[in-house]
């Protein structure tokens, strides 16, 4: 039987990068030390958020070992280890076990965007040759094809390396139909921090979160009264974080993300190329935003 890899706050971590451009590895691991003391339950780097698709493979392996390292057991790890040629995908899952990763979060793939048979056929040769489980990636604007939940529960059923799905269309209808017709132990997470809430309510088994590389320990409380079924304290949270979720996306993520991060004296604002950092416009917005949530002065 399959068992969820994690349950509650993961977050899709950021990579911090130096001004120059390399990975930061003293600003990662503080990133991992001050996510999980501020009660995440699962750390997810080199994904979306974590600009895997600017990264050369060497460097995502490498941060998948710095955040490994620095875990060090504390809490799951599910690294992104996706990408539109199943081979690469293989070598990525290969090396995130035997770095001792939980799971791996792989993404659709994106440009080539092949037919449900195809899907099933990329996640299977995963499984088969890595021998991990999998957290498919749900994402079409990203990846511009959207895969309808009876091709997620086809391939969750075929595959039983398939622990779950982070289902991110915007459509929370489909989410609530995988939670309907999911085989036992598969897990649904929310992979919009605005469904989060209504998401576990609904039997989700948590969020894989921007909002919480910011704000994580009021991030763990919305989802975590949320699991528990404290439907109050979970809105309560949510209209509170809900400003700073709509923020992160007034440009390409994780820009704005970064600039809050940056803002807040984790990282440096530095992202890699063709991403750029915000407008001084949407700078001042979100250095306006925070205040009025108290979060800087």
Same mark, same amino acid.
């Given at each position: 039987?399959?068992?969820?890899?994690?349950?509650?706050?993961?977050?899709?971590?950021?990579?911090?990068?130096?001004?120059?451009?390399?990975?930061?590895?003293?600003?990662?691991?503080?990133?991992?030390?001050?996510?999980?003391?501020?009660?995440?339950?699962?750390?997810?780097?080199?994904?979306?958020?974590?600009?895997?698709?600017?990264?050369?493979?060497?460097?995502?392996?490498?941060?998948?070992?710095?955040?490994?390292?620095?875990?060090?057991?504390?809490?799951?790890?599910?690294?992104?280890?996706?990408?539109?040629?199943?081979?690469?995908?293989?070598?990525?899952?290969?090396?995130?076990?035997?770095?001792?990763?939980?799971?791996?979060?792989?993404?659709?793939?994106?440009?080539?965007?092949?037919?449900?048979?195809?899907?099933?056929?990329?996640?299977?040769?995963?499984?088969?040759?890595?021998?991990?489980?999998?957290? $498919?990636?749900? @994402? +079409?604007?990203?990846?511009?094809?959207?895969?309808?939940?009876?091709?997620? #529960? /086809?391939?969750?059923?075929? !595959?039983?390396?398939?622990?779950?799905?982070?289902?991110?269309?915007?459509?929370?209808?489909?989410?609530?139909?995988?939670?309907?017709?999911?085989?036992?132990?598969?897990?649904?997470?929310?992979?919009?921090?605005?469904?989060?809430?209504?998401?576990?309510?609904?039997?989700?088994?948590?969020?894989?979160?921007?909002?919480?590389?910011?704000?994580?320990?009021?991030?763990?409380?919305?989802?975590?009264?949320?699991?528990?079924?404290?439907?109050?304290?979970?809105?309560?949270?949510?209209?509170?974080?809900?400003?700073?979720?709509?923020?992160?996306?007034?440009?390409?993520?994780?820009?704005?993300?970064?600039?809050?991060?940056?803002?807040?004296?984790?990282?440096?604002?530095?992202?890699? $190329?063709?991403? @750029? +950092?915000?407008?001084?416009?949407?700078?001042?917005?979100?250095?306006?935003? #925070? /205040?009025?949530?108290?979060? !800087?002065?």
């Amino acid at each position: 039987m399959r068992t969820p890899p994690f349950r509650g706050l993961g977050v899709a971590m950021v990579t911090p990068f130096t001004r120059d451009g390399a990975v930061d590895e003293p600003r990662m691991r503080a990133l991992v030390d001050w996510l999980i003391e501020s009660g995440v339950d699962a750390l997810l780097p080199v994904g979306s958020t974590g600009e895997g698709a600017t990264l050369t493979h060497e460097e995502h392996r490498r941060v998948m070992d710095i955040v490994l390292e620095q875990a060090n057991g504390r809490v799951p790890v599910c690294p992104g280890a996706g990408s539109n040629a199943t081979h690469e995908a293989v070598g990525l899952a290969q090396h995130a076990k035997r770095a001792g990763a939980t799971a791996v979060l792989s993404v659709t793939p994106y440009y080539n965007k092949p037919e449900p048979e195809g899907l099933l056929r990329h996640y299977a040769t995963i499984a088969e040759q890595a021998d991990i489980p999998i957290i $498919l990636y749900n @994402v +079409p604007s990203r990846t511009g094809r959207n895969y309808t939940p009876d091709v997620i #529960l /086809r391939i969750a059923h075929e !595959v039983p390396h398939l622990v779950g799905v982070k289902e991110s269309s915007g459509n929370i209808v489909q989410a609530l139909e995988i939670l309907g017709s999911r085989p036992p132990g598969f897990a649904v997470y929310a992979g919009d921090d605005i469904f989060a809430a209504p998401t576990m309510l609904m039997g989700g088994d948590g969020v894989i979160s921007v909002i919480g590389n910011e704000l994580p320990e009021w991030t763990a409380k919305m989802t975590h009264a949320a699991l528990q079924g404290d439907a109050e304290t979970a809105r309560m949270w949510h209209y509170r974080l809900q400003p700073l979720m709509q923020a992160n996306f007034w440009e390409t993520n994780p820009a704005p993300v970064k600039c809050v991060l940056a803002m807040l004296g984790r990282i440096e604002e530095s992202l890699r $190329l063709p991403l @750029v +950092p915000v407008s001084e416009r949407t700078r001042e917005r979100l250095r306006t935003l #925070l /205040r009025e949530m108290g979060i !800087v002065d």
